[in-house]
């Protein structure tokens, strides 16, 4: 009895020996830190980048689908991963049970393989639009829906292959968190396989397609520079349009080919050389940098994109003259201060220019009320484009064109 006893003992004590941190506890508290500012920086990021989607929804492209899929799958991981990473590297080793070692290995591998099928599908889409127009052209929101289900359901293959006896979950080496189980090819041949088919249609396949995507996108885009250049038309405007998601795509692959390629080194030197000879703080820095990739999206759609930038700052705009009004009191003074600040507001708004030349209101002018009636008058000031038709030109409203030709210019 006391020998099956002893023997339960150090069963228990090797399989709580998986989860205890394989690195210092001040490397511990450094990743629990990093992880912090991560998890927070890409929820706000990724939240308000949905926000801003929802709120120009009839405006998206069909190429903008694929980065709201991606602020969706980066979200997920954020939700999923950060608040179990956390506590588990500030404690020092794996606070939850196997089961949920199971559960966040399973989300890490899904909303990972979503993220980067994600990105060479969109890849796919800038080279059918900027390098084959025609096709291009014909490509629309249905069909954008669907590779987004196809999406899904490529990376749900090989998330749930570990859970029916396809490769194996189970602890990181470091001990503080969990993924596929690297050590298992070297047992078994079915976690042999399902290793050599993740690296392959899951890392080498995507980047090759999107490395080849782009290289032929660049070929195409210089060999018309001049072309667009040469000739102002409402044609050319989308097709700067097209460009400009094509060079903010390419900055977000590559920040996330860069976030995950060291954690792929890594998982392969340990899947096919010897697992002890991998340092655990190779692991952990690598998972770490791997973490990173939810942040670029958000920050470089948010930032360097004018109809999205333009719609925050929009929202942010509203946000503010409702929580900080100016507060405007009765009498002479007061009404010939208020008369100058709402002129020079105007004059700012009508002042503003969109970046090809023309005329653009898009802040909405406050004006102070006349008289201590206490009412706030908030006018925005009607929007309008000028279109060029050999040497005339004409000025319509923004909102009498068509979808495609506003998401230009909102």
């Not at 390098?131 to 929101?141: E, I, L, R």
């Not at 289900?149 to 292959?161: D, K, L, Q, S, T």
């Not at 503080?176 to 070297?186: E, G, K, L």
């Not at 042999?192 to 032929?216: D, G, K, V």
Request: aromatic share 12%; net charge positive; glycine share 6%.
């Amino acid at each position: 009895m006391s020998v099956c006893s002893n023997l339960l003992r150090m069963g228990n004590a090797s399989e709580t020996s998986l989860f205890v941190s394989k690195i210092s506890k001040e490397n511990d508290f450094l990743l629990g830190t990093v992880y912090t500012i991560f998890g927070v920086l890409s929820l706000v990021g990724n939240t308000v980048l949905l926000f801003v989607a929802y709120r120009k929804k009839s405006s998206l492209k069909p190429a903008e689908f694929f980065i709201v899929n991606l602020s969706i799958s980066d979200l997920g991981m954020t939700i999923t991963l950060f608040p179990f990473a956390i506590p588990s590297a500030f404690a020092h080793r794996w606070l939850f049970t196997e089961l949920m070692c199971t559960s966040y290995a399973f989300c890490g591998v899904l909303f990972g393989l979503c993220s980067l099928t994600n990105l060479t599908v969109l890849s796919s889409v800038c080279w059918l639009k900027v390098c084959h127009p025609n096709y291009g052209s014909k490509f629309s929101s249905s069909h954008a829906c669907l590779l987004v289900v196809g999406v899904w359901c490529y990376a749900g293959v090989f998330a749930v292959g570990p859970l029916v006896g396809w490769g194996q979950y189970g602890s990181e080496p470091y001990g503080t968190a969990c993924c596929i189980d690297w050590h298992a090819p070297s047992y078994s041949l079915s976690a042999m396989s399902y290793i050599i088919c993740l690296f392959f249609f899951c890392y080498i396949m995507p980047c090759t397609i999107i490395f080849l995507s782009y290289a032929f996108i660049l070929m195409t885009v210089r060999g018309s520079r001049q072309a667009v250049q040469q000739h102002v038309s409402p044609q050319n405007k989308i097709v700067n349009a097209q460009t400009l998601i094509v060079k903010l795509s390419v900055a977000v692959c590559i920040g996330f080919l860069m976030a995950w390629s060291p954690y792929a080194v890594v998982s392969m030197w340990a899947a096919f050389g010897d697992p002890e000879m991998v340092p655990p703080m190779a692991f952990a820095l690598a998972a770490m940098f791997a973490k990173s990739s939810t942040l670029y999206n958000p920050m470089v759609y948010l930032v360097f994109k004018p109809n999205f930038r333009r719609s925050l700052c929009g929202d942010a705009a509203k946000c503010k003259r409702a929580l900080c009004p100016c507060i405007c009191q009765p009498g002479a003074t007061q009404k010939g201060i208020c008369s100058s600040s709402s002129r020079f507001v105007k004059e700012e708004c009508n002042s503003t220019r969109l970046s090809n030349g023309l005329h653009e209101s898009h802040r909405a002018c406050r004006h102070c009320p006349e008289g201590g009636s206490g009412q706030w008058l908030d006018t925005t000031p009607q929007r309008t484009a000028r279109i060029l038709t050999g040497s005339t030109h004409s000025e319509v409203a923004v909102s009498q064109l068509s979808n495609e030709l506003q998401s230009d210019f909102l």
